[in-house]
């Protein structure tokens, strides 16, 4: 059995509360095994014979629909993926030291194409870095999130596709925990 991460958009944000015990049940009731929450902001990693990552994001994206009664956009990665995510280093160690500055992962589904990595990267300015690795985005922000300027939904915008981001504490404890 393979063991993969999900990370869904829209869990606990945006009014859409949804309880970790519920969201476990519901990856259970799917046919997951050994499921686990982490954090209340929509990973869930899990165990399962399926090869097909686009197989196992479907039957993921369908059934949350039905369920919590919104769509709710899934990103599948493997334990070595999250492991690689988590010791990706873009940016300066200097920059990743200073307390004022956050670093955040993008999820995607894809990797983006030129065009759309110049939308994003015309972002950059004093406060917004970015650096894409494989399906990540990755988002030195030197302010808080809420005053940087950038939203989920300015990067989707250039991107022409969903992401959910998270932050790299959040990241490097589940590589710790789970790889």
Request: glycine share 6%; proline share 1%; with cysteine.
């Amino acid at each position: 059995m393979a063991k993969h991460i999900a990370f869904l958009k829209a869990i606990n944000v945006g009014g859409h509360t949804v309880k970790m015990d519920y969201l476990k049940k519901l990856f259970e009731k799917m046919g997951f095994e050994k499921v686990e929450t982490f954090i209340a902001s929509g990973n869930v990693v899990f165990e399962t014979k399926s090869k097909s990552v686009d197989a196992i994001k479907k039957k993921i994206e369908t059934e949350l629909e039905k369920s919590l009664g919104y769509k709710v956009a899934t990103f599948i990665r493997t334990t070595k993926e999250l492991k690689e995510i988590s010791e990706h280093k873009p940016f300066k160690e200097s920059d990743l030291a200073n307390e004022q500055n956050y670093l955040y992962i993008g999820f995607l589904d894809n990797q983006p194409n030129k065009e759309s990595l110049k939308k994003v990267l015309v972002l950059s300015d004093e406060a917004n870095e970015f650096h894409f690795n494989n399906k990540e985005l990755f988002w030195l922000c030197r302010k808080n999130f809420s005053d940087s300027g950038i939203t989920g939904k300015t990067l989707e915008k250039a991107l022409g596709m969903e992401t959910t981001i998270r932050n790299s504490t959040t990241i490097r404890k589940m590589a710790v925990r789970f790889c």
